[in-house]
């Protein structure tokens, strides 16, 4: 055991100050918002928890790569130093930048699905399932049963099950599957890892029946880690080579910069076979922009290549991820039911258990990411039913196991003391969660509703 605690590897060289609101601007910010906390003025909020997507602060190094910016239409100096990074950490041949993950997923969806295809991943992804269904795929999940039940102590609950994939190659055939999609760290099961184990079992099974792996390696940096923790054989080995070894077991990938790459816009899509890189690269300029630059500015492209180096530190990720089980142990022992074992990028509440009075179309996460906000100013969302939205072709409700708040942790942007206020106004909260009463929608937008939908208190 090291014998300093998970404190930052870095120290403060510039601030951001914060708007402080009173209790009754918050009430008035949230019913204006139609309790929706992604439509809350961001000047309105205290500690900005709704995602830690584009979010984190960058380093001295990468605000200096910022600087060595080559704004070229095409073959820019940036495009390479990224290039470069992707062959070195991830070991993929081809890299095609985009604007950021979606992007990337838009591009791999069109180039691998035909209509009618089959598409079975370790739970689903919002942004993810869309474009594989506008491309005209079929989302499976095939995750591990206990992905679903929020406190299972399973090390690995991201794992998927492999006899679920095998009941869909027996059903649809091999042919239909395009690919199995694999997300490290699984964003939608409360940030839960994949094991080293279960990868290579999925890359021996697919290898037999001729279906590639895409991987959805937005947060790979922070699956790492748990292999090195939980792992048996992985406790020696550097976050970077773990990283390296979970990209081997895969035909290629999506990547949002905006979450492990520490930067506030970016992404890219990586393949190792050449035609569809060839695909793809033509297709990104309809889309994104030429295959050199895919929607970035120079400058971007720098900056997320710094910010792969570093996400792979071993100091940084111990802290990242320390930050996040401090603060998840903290609403432990308030008795507060969050997803255990507690995961990468957040704390994740679960609120059918927070509030057992609300039925789920009354939507009590998105109920209690509304009360938090309104306690403290501290900006929580949902993941539940809102996010998980309506089956395609029925028209119905998608009613996930797990209805979720998220309070997801910016990296290297709040403190300790930070932390301390978030589980004080959970706990206040908790205590007065009697009196939390249930939504209804009023307005429910057609694609991804949870960004934009608004309700009213029952
Ligand atoms: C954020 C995210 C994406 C999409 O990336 P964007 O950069 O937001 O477009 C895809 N998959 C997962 C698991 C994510 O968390």
């Known amino acids: ?63 200096a790569g910022m600087m060595l910016g080559d704004e070229a239409y095409a073959g820019s100096k940036n495009f390479y130093t990224l290039e470069k990074a992707v062959k070195k950490y991830y070991g993929f041949k081809y890299m095609i930048p985009t604007h950021q993950g979606r992007g990337a997923e838009n591009l791999l969806s069109q180039i691998m699905i035909k209509q009618g295809d089959i598409v079975p991943g370790n739970m689903y992804f919002t942004t993810t399932r869309l474009h594989q269904e506008m491309a005209g795929g079929t989302f499976y999940d095939v995750i591990i049963d206990e992905a679903h039940d929020s406190t299972n102590p399973h090390p690995f609950k991201g794992n998927i099950d492999l006899n679920k994939l095998d009941d869909l190659v027996k059903k649809f055939g091999a042919e239909k599957i395009p690919y199995v999609c694999v997300a490290t760290t699984v964003n939608m099961a409360g940030g839960q890892p994949v094991s080293m184990e279960n990868l290579k079992a999925l890359r021996a099974y697919t290898h037999k029946h001729g279906i590639k792996v895409m991987l959805d390696m937005t947060r790979i940096a922070e699956n790492a880690y748990f292999i090195k923790e939980r792992e048996a054989g992985y406790s020696r080995r550097s976050i970077a080579s773990i990283v390296k070894e979970i990209c081997d077991q895969t035909d290629g990938a999506t990547f949002s910069g905006k979450k492990d790459a520490l930067v506030n816009i970016g992404g890219f899509l990586a393949l190792n076979d050449e035609k569809k890189y060839e695909e793809a690269s033509n297709l990104v300029v309809v889309f994104e922009g030429l295959h050199t630059y895919g929607g970035l500015a120079g400058r971007d492209m720098e900056a997320m290549a710094i910010g792969i180096e570093e996400s792979v530190d071993e100091n940084h990720i111990r802290a990242r991820i320390g930050q996040v089980i401090y603060l998840g142990e903290a609403l432990l022992d308030l008795n507060i039911p969050i997803v255990t074992p507690i995961g990468g990028h957040g704390i994740f509440i679960d609120a059918k258990k927070f509030l057992p009075h609300l039925e789920q179309l009354q939507f009590p996460a998105q109920a209690l990411a509304a009360e938090i906000y309104e306690d403290s100013g501290v900006r929580t969302m949902e993941r539940g039913i809102v996010s998980a939205g309506r089956n395609a072709k029925t028209g119905d409700h998608y009613y996930p196991e797990l209805e979720l708040v998220r309070l997801t942790i910016p990296r290297r942007v709040y403190t300790q003391a930070h932390m301390d206020v978030i589980a004080e106004s959970v706990e206040r909260v908790y205590k007065k969660r009697h009196k939390i009463t249930g939504l209804e929608m009023v307005y429910e937008p057609t694609y991804l509703r949870f960004f934009q939908a608004k309700f009213k208190k029952l």
Do not use: C, H
């Open 1 to 63: 055991m090291p014998k300093r605690s998970w404190a930052e590897p870095f120290k403060i060289k510039m601030v951001e100050l914060l708007k402080m609101t009173t209790p009754k601007q918050r009430k008035d910010a949230i019913k204006k918002a139609g309790y929706n906390t992604f439509l809350l003025k961001s000047e309105d909020v205290y500690i900005d928890l709704l995602t830690d997507s584009g979010t984190s602060a960058m380093s001295d190094r990468q605000w």
